[in-house]
């Protein structure tokens, strides 16, 4: 059948819900179209943009009549920055279309009908959560910008004045580096001719601990260290001062670093523990949110004290040391050896003394793992964005732990992986939770638990 419209055509589309990854979904006549910048709710004149067999893609031109429960976006930088496109639509609003996507990807992609949904949790704040944030330098006609890349622009980057999900704090910093760049007369890099000097700003914060590492990342050339360093030291919570230079075209910051001033790494709290946050290790970028995450994975794997514990793709050991206070082993695989490095010292930082780390793939290195560990009662698993990926999940399922907490972050993929554990390998996925971590973007998170020969 061929699809009921063509490229450029413009109509006026209702949009039902929003899909995975944030644009709108409308159907013509059950011909299922994503409308990038349409609210559910909304009727929307749009102009098709792509026309594929199964589906077509539409931008919003205008709202023609607004359905969406919408609110006044305090940002001045919205909708133009892109971070936070949902700033406008309800909060309410926001968390039901996160709940459904969680629901209807494992449905209609899991095949599963038969668990029990759990109210989403929704965030604790709906501004001033992140506690750690990028920024591109950028060249303007009053001088050094730094901010956010403009929403789908790579080439273009807004200079920021107050970002709504930084603290007051994360701003004071970015704007207090953005005045010492022009005091200094440097120039941004510019990323079609390679030439200026200052590429990225990283502010990270502790923010249960009232601590910030702030790390510079410049083109190669010399830095005024002491001047830098003397920038950002006007706020006491400023404990660690890094510097990268990044001398490829790539825009990256995961670059190894030079401590310029203060401790190597800064601390935050979790749960009750402490946990070392270098430069580049990974952490949960919403502290609030991450403490009901781990709480919620900790309720769905249901320890006695008794549980060998697998935590697979365990970043810095955080699930798995807030877990090992219940539990009688727990055992972490992640393939990022500084992770890793940051798992085995926080463990130590904490005492916890029933918990140990390894680098490795999760498909590759699990087995080795059980002929070393034995056989785990319970298996935590939080993989990036393409979920248990090649072999990992046929691995994993194989461990045949009696619960699989899945923690994702990503429905689309949960859902695919889902329909296997329970179709491929006698698993019954018996609840799931979403939970909101990033009000007014597109993300949502999800926990799941899976039991088996129970
Ligand atoms: C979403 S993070 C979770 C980290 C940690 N559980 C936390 O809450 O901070 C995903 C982790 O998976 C790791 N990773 C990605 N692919 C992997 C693989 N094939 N095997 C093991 N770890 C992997 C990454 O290094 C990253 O730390």
């Not at 079609?192 to 200052?198: M, R």
């Not at 365990?314 to 992640?334: E, N, P, Y």
């Not at 992770?339 to 498909?363: D, K, M, P, Q």
């Not at 087995?367 to 090649?390: C, H, K, T, W």
């Amino acid at each position: 059948m061929a699809a009921p419209l063509r490229k450029d055509q413009e109509l006026e589309l209702t949009i039902d819900s929003l899909a995975y990854g944030g644009n709108g979904v409308a159907r013509l006549n059950g011909f299922v179209v994503f409308v990038r910048r349409g609210l559910p709710g909304d009727t929307v004149r749009a102009r098709v943009t792509k026309v594929k067999r199964s589906h077509a893609e539409a931008t919003a031109l205008e709202v023609v009549e607004a359905g969406a429960p919408r609110v006044d976006a305090p940002c001045a930088h919205f909708p133009e920055c892109g971070g936070c496109r949902f700033q406008d639509l309800a909060y309410e609003a926001q968390l039901d279309a996160k709940a459904r996507q969680v629901v209807d990807a494992l449905e209609r992609i899991g095949k599963l009908s038969d668990f029990e949904t759990e109210p989403a949790v929704p965030a604790e704040s709906l501004f001033h959560y992140r506690n750690k944030l990028e920024y591109s330098f950028t060249q303007t006609p009053e001088g050094v910008g730094l901010g956010f890349h403009k929403a789908g622009r790579w080439d273009e980057v807004l200079n920021v004045e107050r970002c709504w999900l930084t603290t007051d704090l994360g701003n004071s910093i970015r704007n207090r580096v953005r005045a010492w760049a022009n005091e200094e007369g440097f120039a941004a890099f510019d990323q079609e001719t390679h030439e200026g000097y200052l590429r990225h700003l990283v502010v990270r914060e502790g923010r249960n601990t009232n601590q910030a590492l702030v790390v510079l990342v410049t083109a190669p050339g010399a830095l005024p260290e002491e001047r830098f360093v003397a920038a950002v030291q006007t706020f006491p919570e400023v404990r660690s001062v890094h510097w990268a230079v990044n001398d490829t075209p790539a825009e990256v910051t995961n670059l190894p670093t030079k401590l310029l001033w203060g401790e190597e790494a800064i601390e935050e709290a979790i749960l009750g523990l402490r946990f070392r946050v270098r430069p580049n290790a990974f952490m949960q970028t919403n502290t609030a949110m991450c403490e009901q995450l781990y709480r919620l994975a900790g309720e769905y794997a249901a320890l006695t004290g008794e549980e060998t514990v697998y935590d697979l793709y365990c970043g810095t050991g955080t699930i798995g040391l807030s877990l090992a206070r219940a539990a009688l082993t727990v055992w972490g695989i992640d393939s990022s050896e500084e992770s890793i490095a940051c798992a085995v010292e926080n463990a130590e930082l904490n005492g916890v003394t029933n918990a140990a780390f390894f680098a490795g793939e999760v498909g590759a290195d699990v087995d080795e793992l059980r002929d070393r560990a034995g056989p785990p009662d319970v298996v935590v698993v939080d993989p990036p964005r393409s979920g248990l990926a090649g072999k990992s999940l046929k691995r994993v399922a194989a461990l045949e732990a009696l619960r699989l907490v899945y923690v994702s972050c990503n429905p689309t993929t949960l859902a695919g992986n889902a329909k296997e554990l329970v179709g491929d390998f006698g698993y019954r996925l018996e609840r799931v939770r979403p939970l909101d971590m990033f009000p007014h973007t597109p993300h949502v998170e999800s926990v799941a638990l899976f039991t088996r020969g129970q």
